[in-house]
């Protein structure tokens, strides 16, 4: 790579220093905030609005059984579930808002909500 010999101490200096900013960046710029509420919904309808500051347990009765949730400070998340395939219990611990986990076979759902509003590419 010729190119290489043409580069100067100045110019790795700055090369180092862009990727760092980059890297301070992420943290900072696509990062959705901390969660503050878990919102709690059974057939659409919501059962409970949460704080994430303090720490319990909620069981929510669905169609199947009941759905276990347990909220601790800053996070949340569904710790048992009578759906076949276990997918909401597989999200783990949702923190920031906009996350969510959904147990669709009960229909009961577990999402984080919090001052600043999430974007992706499907809410664009």
């Known amino acids: 790579m010729p190119w ?3 580069l100067k101490p100045g110019d790795w200096l700055i090369i ?3 990727a760092l900013l980059v890297g301070l960046s ?3 710029f696509w990062q959705g905030g901390l969660g503050e509420r878990a919102i709690v ?3 659409g309808q ?3 609005n949460l704080d994430l500051r303090s720490k319990r347990q909620l069981s ?3 169609p199947l059984g009941s759905t276990l949730i347990a909220i601790e ?3 949340a998340r569904v710790v048992a579930d009578p759906g076949p395939r276990q997918y909401c219990v597989r999200q783990g611990w949702l923190m920031r808002p906009g996350e969510i986990a959904i147990c669709a076979p009960n229909r009961v759902s577990l999402q984080i909500s919090g001052r600043t509003k999430v974007y992706d590419s499907l809410s664009y």
């Open 46 to 48: 919501i059962v409970a």
């Open 60 to 62: 929510v009765p669905g």
């Open 16 to 18: 180092g220093l862009g």
């Open 26 to 28: 992420f943290p900072l």
């Open 41 to 43: 919904r059974q057939n």
């Open 73 to 75: 400070p800053g996070r």
């Open 4 to 6: 290489l010999a043409l």
